[in-house]
Antibody, heavy 119, light 106 residues
Framework: QVQLQESGPGLVKPSETLSLTCIVS????????WGWIRQPPGKGLEWIGY?????????KYNPSLKSRVTMSVDTSMSQVSLKVNSVTAADTAVYYC???????????WGQGSLVTVSS | EVVMTQSPATLSVSPGERVTLSCRAS??????LAWYQQKSGQTPRLLIY???TRATGIPARFSGSGSGTEFTLTISSLQSEDFAVYYC????????FGQGTRLEIK
């Protein structure tokens, strides 16, 4: 069964770049789309984007975050990465990595990584 | 953007009751609709995709229905472990989540 493990700094300063990595095990990273979702403390889920491994790095981002988000796939390391630049306190959230099923729903989720934006 | 609206925001119910949660899309998503359960402090879990197909390992008491803009998630007989927040998600055009419905013990 697929397992997803997010990792990255728990604290990021305002205006800096948030960087997270999701290590994929138990499944082929080249067989699926992979996505990121975030959840501010006490609030609902917000889709960030998803990516496929192809040479073109096919991606689709939430329009509201598109200008600040970059995703990538490293097939040699079996990991998916997320970068969000110019962060503010509003970017404080638990960030989840997830596998996309046959269509664009999320069938397996990582445990999540809490990122706090604060000086 | 497709706006997903869930109702009610909170529902107080007793174990054993049948409960129906609603999700409305601002435009047709056909049957590109999923439901998730999130227990307190836990990761969301996929319950339903394609509006009505149960995900692997999901008990039969969970059922989904609807198409177009109106969807429902029904739990036929609430168990203690079902008290959680439930989210709908459309995936016809990008991805959008509803704001969630919290099921609490009456």
């Amino acid at each position: 069964q697929v397992q997803l493990q997010e990792s990255g700094p728990g604290l990021v300063k305002p205006s800096e770049t948030l960087s997270l990595t999701c290590i994929v095990s138990g499944d082929s990273i080249t067989s699926y789309y992979w996505g990121w979702i975030r959840q501010p403390p006490g609030k609902g889920l917000e889709w960030i984007g998803y990516i496929y491994h192809s040479a073109s790095g096919s991606t689709k981002y939430n329009p509201s975050l598109k200008s600040r988000v970059t995703m990538s796939v490293d097939t040699s390391m079996s990991q998916v990465s997320l970068k969000v630049n110019s962060v503010t306190a509003a970017d404080t959230a638990v960030y989840y990595c997830a596998r996309l099923g046959a269509n664009y729903y999320f069938d397996f989720w990582g445990q999540g990584s809490l990122v706090t934006v604060s000086s | 953007e497709v706006v997903m609206t869930q109702s009610p925001a909170t529902l107080s119910v007793s174990p054993g009751e049948r409960v129906t949660l609603s999700c409305r899309a601002s435009q047709s998503v056909i049957t590109n609709l999923a439901w998730y359960q999130q227990k307190s402090g836990q990761t969301p879990r996929l319950l339903i995709y394609g509006a009505s197909t149960r995900a692997t390992g999901i008990p039969a008491r969970f059922s989904g229905s609807g198409s177009g803009t109106e969807f429902t998630l029904t739990i036929s007989s609430l168990q203690s472990e079902d008290f959680a927040v439930y989210y709908c998600q459309q995936y016809k055009t990008g991805v959008n989540f509803g704001q969630g419905t919290r099921l609490e013990i009456k």
